[in-house]
């Protein structure tokens, strides 16, 4: 078998009684189930990033999580119709790790589930070289769409995580081997 893609989920909120744990673990657990990939997690509340973009030896340790990883999904909440900011400074402190890597988007709130702050950061992810997967996952009035346990009946959403996943391993697998191959030019 081929090595697995390495997959850092990111958990952008940093909200105190934030939300995030709920729908990251539902979603780690959904793609802990995947062999294809091996995960890993950067909750941006755990990872000092500073707001300057200075360098410092976290930030040199961020990039090199970044750099070793063919894949990325962002759990985000959507705050004021837009994405957290602790994950617009996690997104502009890295440059070149992100080149020619998919990203794919889970995202929660209220009416419209964080696709507002989805579709806000599929421009950013472009313009850092970025291929944006088509497929995300959004749970609408997320805090009653998880039972006490941290399950969910959402069936739109449980699909739509497979698909992402499948998507996901698609992109990280072709991409993998044409970085390998023939540098990203960026």
């Not at 890295?94 to 806000?120: D, N």
């Not at 995580?161 to 390998?180: G, K, M, P, V």
């Amino acid at each position: 078998m081929e090595t697995p893609l390495r997959l850092e989920v990111i958990v952008a909120s940093v909200r105190p009684g934030r939300f995030a744990p709920v729908v990251a673990d539902w979603f780690l657990r959904t793609a802990r189930a995947d062999d294809r990939f091996d995960i890993g997690v950067i909750d941006l509340l755990q990872t000092p990033l500073p707001v300057d973009l200075a360098d410092t030896p976290e930030v040199a340790a961020y990039r090199e999580r970044l750099s070793a990883a063919d894949a990325f999904v962002v759990i985000t909440s959507e705050y004021n119709h837009g994405y957290p900011a602790a994950l617009k400074t996690a997104l502009d402190t890295a440059k070149h790790e992100w080149r020619a890597k998919p990203i794919a988007f889970v995202g929660y709130g209220g009416l419209s589930g964080g696709l507002r702050a989805i579709e806000q950061l599929r421009q950013v992810v472009a313009e850092v070289h970025m291929v944006s997967i088509r497929e995300s996952v959004s749970f609408h009035q997320a805090k009653r769409a998880f039972d006490a346990d941290g399950e969910t009946r959402d069936g739109a959403a449980v699909d739509a995580a497979q698909r992402l996943l499948r998507q996901l391993a698609w992109w990280a697998t072709h991409l993998r081997t044409a970085r390998s191959a023939d540098p990203y030019p960026g």
